[in-house]
Nanobody, 121 residues
């Protein structure tokens, strides 16, 4: 599975942005997809995940971020609203076979290249 993340950029606090992750190579609908982020000097952390069985969102972004997927376009999205400076990070999409919504990055087999989000105060 090849993953290509896009949509990052510079946005003011309180603004919105949507990240996209296009997948190719395998049966997209059978894969669980995740979004993670990594700020400078910090470990990669879980943001959200989605599969055919449902979705999960971390407490730090709950109510502000929404994950969704389009199995026709083989794309997963992360809609980010009410952005805060602490959301600044490189955002990565990831994939693994199956439906379980793992929250640790070690459980994901495939990774995109990352896209930078910077939220200014």
């Amino acid at each position: 599975v090849q993953l290509q993340a896009s949509g990052g950029g510079l946005v003011q606090a309180g603004g919105s942005l949507r990240l996209s992750c296009a997948a190719s190579g395998r049966t997209f609908s059978s894969y669980a997809m995740g979004w993670f982020r990594q700020a400078p000097g910090k470990e990669r952390e879980f943001v959200a995940a989605i599969s055919w069985s449902g979705s999960s969102t971390s407490d730090s972004v709950k109510g502000r971020f929404t994950i969704s997927r389009d199995n026709v376009k083989d794309t997963v999205y992360l809609q980010m609203n009410s952005l805060k400076p602490e959301d600044t990070a490189v955002y990565f999409c990831a994939a693994r076979p199956g439906s379980y919504l793992f929250t640790h990055p070690k459980n994901y087999d495939y990774w995109g290249q990352g896209t930078q989000l910077t939220v200014s105060s």
